[in-house]
């Protein structure tokens, strides 16, 4: 696996601080992207929380998933949370070690207390002695936050710098962008009320050893979801009950609980469970397996592999202007560009981490994450591979039919109203369920003209 290391400086440790006014609970940020570019420390609030103690544990939750591995734990490395300030809200998020859970912690309009928001992405220092100050708190005193540098702080590093230095898998990028693939497509399967909620969520196993391995469904039934052992029409699919743990520290305060995943076509899913919270929603999306990161389920791959999407991605990017909701077909009607190319122009956003998605809204949002925008595309094994092929001329189109000559093997690619076919053992082993396999991109990327491995095209 590619590993780079990402530095994170921060002017000083994040801190929950008493004084005579009360509480403060001050986040420190690293460098990041806001409207008027690159900025070493932005701040993004400086207000009140309606529910501290909520948004407190919500927080916690968020960190819980960022220091976890719910796969082959090894000893943790754990990257700060992102957060992303979009004018009216506050979204924190962070994926597992292992790539397969993502969290989200959104602090709405309601949940600041009135207060602006301001605009970008970066990370935020979430320390253990942070951490355990958080775990603390008790009652809901009023609790002043303040995500970025005091005023005084804005320009000047002149003191002491906090830095951490940890090992950014190229899996986790590219998880940002497979997570929000695999979101748009689900629809909301069931919500249940706080006490069916709880009751639940208190019912499932909390890690303990191995993670479960295989499919595991449940369906809807009156105000709960109860197991069944095939996905039967409505299920939705929890793989590894275990990985929901996190949800643990906020089940006290929810008011529901919303489940969305895609139609049940007997093979296993991804799922996301959303925890309504008082002004806040904590969203927990989980990979198909516990042993499956994100990052590999190549829902992204076919955006990447066209050159429409990539001129088209340029248009609709300076259309982004930090929104909380994106509607496709308004960036349709500004683009002058059909909804289906701005969707695909989404995708290629989100490989950048540019836009994510909102299940609660079913719309799009705009983050800029404090990354190489192209490190995802360019370690991408199945679309570095799919370029090579493509590039060095062993593809043969034959009308719907190609050949692919890979390796000392030739494979069979065809194409029938849009939808890939293979003769490897890839398709045979998933049959599209993770996205084409390298001889079906490098089939596209020749038939559609797409720029290729040494400018072949």
Known sequence: MTRSVQALAYSRPSALESSQAGQL???????????????????????????????????????DVASARYYRRTPATSLDPVVTGNGDRLRFESFSGCCGVHARLDVLQDGLDGAE?????????????????LSRMTGDDPLHLRVGPQEMAVTTLDGSVVEKKVPLPERWLRGFAETQVASAGFDLRAELPAVEA??????????????????????????TLRPTTRPTAGAVCLPGPERLAALQRVLRHATA????????????????????????????????????????????????????????????????????????ADLAEQSGLTVGRVRSALTRLGTAGRVGYDLAEA???????????DRAERHNPRLVAARQLAGSGAVALDGEL?????????????????????????????????????HALAVRMVRRGAPVAGGVR
């Open 25 to 63: 609970l001050g986040l420190e940020t690293a460098a990041g992207l806001t409207p008027h570019g690159a900025e070493p420390h932005p701040r993004f609030f400086d207000g009140f929380l309606a529910s501290p103690r909520i948004a407190a544990r919500g927080l916690l939750a968020v960190a």
């Open 117 to 133: 928001t301001g605009h970008g992405t970066t990370n935020v220092d979430v320390n253990n002695p942070l951490r355990e100050a």
């Open 198 to 223: 709880v009751r639940f969520l208190q019912s499932l196993p909390r890690s303990s050893g191995h993670a479960s391995r295989g499919a595991q469904w449940v369906v809807p039934a009156g105000k």
């Open 257 to 328: 609980l919303r489940v969305y995943g895609p139609g049940a076509d007997g093979t296993a899913a991804a799922s996301a469970w959303e925890v309504v919270l008082p002004g806040m929603r904590l969203t927990l999306t989980l990979s198909p397996d516990a042993s499956r990161g994100f990052s590999g389920e190549g829902g992204v791959l076919d955006a990447l592999a066209t050159g429409d999407a990539a001129a088209d991605a340029e248009l609709v990017s300076v259309l982004l202007a930090w929104e909380p909701r994106i509607d496709p």
């Open 363 to 373: 719309a799009y949002f705009h983050r800029e994450l404090p990354y190489d925008a």
């Open 402 to 438: 190609a050949a692919v000559a890979s390796g000392d093997r030739r494979y069979q690619v065809r194409e029938r109203d849009g939808a890939l076919s293979c003769t490897c053992q890839w398709w045979a082993d998933y049959r599209g369920r993770r996205g084409p396999c390298k």
